[in-house]
C-alpha cells in the first residue's frame, strides 16, 4: 500500500435486506471484485461509481467506503442530502453531486 491508498476494509459478510418478501442482498466482497473489473477494462480514462437510493438498501456509506478503498476516486450521487449522509466516511475531493443538481427541494 502506498501512502496514497486508504487501507482496505475487514471483510464484512453480505447485508440482507428484506422488503416484504423480496430479499436484497448485496455482497461488499462482489463489488470490489465489479469495481476491479470495470477498471481494468477502462484504463483510459478514470472510472466513477454512482450511488442513489442508499445504495438500495445496502447503505452507500459502506459502499462508498469499500469503493474509495479499492482505488475509486469520484463517487457521483443524485441529491445533495446523498452527499451529505456519505461526507463523513469519504474525502471530500471524491464525492460529487450530479444527476438532480446540488439544489434540494
Not at 461488499?28 to 478514470?46: D, K, Q
Not at 466513477?48 to 474509495?68: C, I, P
Not at 469520484?74 to 441529491?79: D, E, N, R, S
Not at 464525492?95 to 434540494?104: C, D, K, P, Q, S
Request: aromatic share 2%; charged share 20%; proline share 7%.
Amino acid at each position: 500500500m502506498t501512502a496514497t491508498e486508504a487501507p482496505r476494509p475487514a471483510v464484512a459478510p453480505p447485508c440482507a435486506t428484506r422488503h416484504g418478501a423480496a430479499t436484497l442482498t448485496v455482497d461488499l466482497e462482489a463489488v470490489a471484485e465489479n469495481w476491479a473489473g470495470l477498471v481494468s477494462r477502462h484504463r483510459t480514462g478514470p472510472v466513477a461509481a454512482v450511488l442513489k437510493a442508499d445504495a438500495y438498501g445496502r447503505g452507500a456509506a459502506a459502499v462508498a467506503q469499500r469503493l474509495v478503498a479499492e482505488g475509486c476516486r469520484h463517487v457521483f450521487v443524485a441529491h445533495l442530502g446523498e452527499a451529505v449522509a456519505l461526507r463523513p466516511g469519504i474525502p471530500a475531493d471524491v464525492l460529487r453531486v450530479a444527476l438532480n443538481g446540488v439544489t434540494e427541494a
